[in-house]
């Protein structure tokens, strides 16, 4: 959803409290959009041809929205410069995906807190 991403993005803010603010809003949408949230899961796990292109779209928005985020940091100085904008973005990508796995399997708030909050603290800042 366009929604979940577009909101977030805050020029004036660092890149690690744009992102962690993202995944935090991936995790809640978990329970106020449930339905998409757990399609948006199955299709960006499975290996199925015709899903696979359906999730593709959905994917591409979002890696596009992480790299613009990641390479305004690095214009202004809240990201390094060494930092692949590309590579970055697929873990971020990546790890929405195992929060929403986490919520789904009932982890607590805390745990996928403190996933967040690791991947910041040692990936992005």
């Known amino acids: 959803r366009e929604d979940l991403l577009a909101w977030h993005f805050d020029p004036e803010e660092s890149v690690a409290k744009v992102v962690e603010r993202t995944l935090f809003a991936f995790v809640q949408a978990a329970s106020t959009h449930e339905n998409y949230m757990r399609i948006w899961f199955e299709w960006g796990s499975t290996i199925r041809d015709d899903l696979r292109t359906s999730y593709g779209v959905l994917y591409n928005r979002e890696f596009v929205h992480f790299c613009t985020v990641l390479e305004h940091g690095k214009k202004h100085g809240s990201l390094h ?5 590309e590579h970055t973005a697929q873990i971020i990508v990546g790890l929405a995906h195992m929060l929403i796995r986490m919520k789904f399997a009932g982890n607590s ?3 996928i807190a403190h996933a967040v909050n690791t991947l910041v603290r040692i990936y992005l800042s």
């Open 109 to 111: 708030e805390a745990a």
């Open 81 to 85: 410069l060494c930092v692949s904008s």
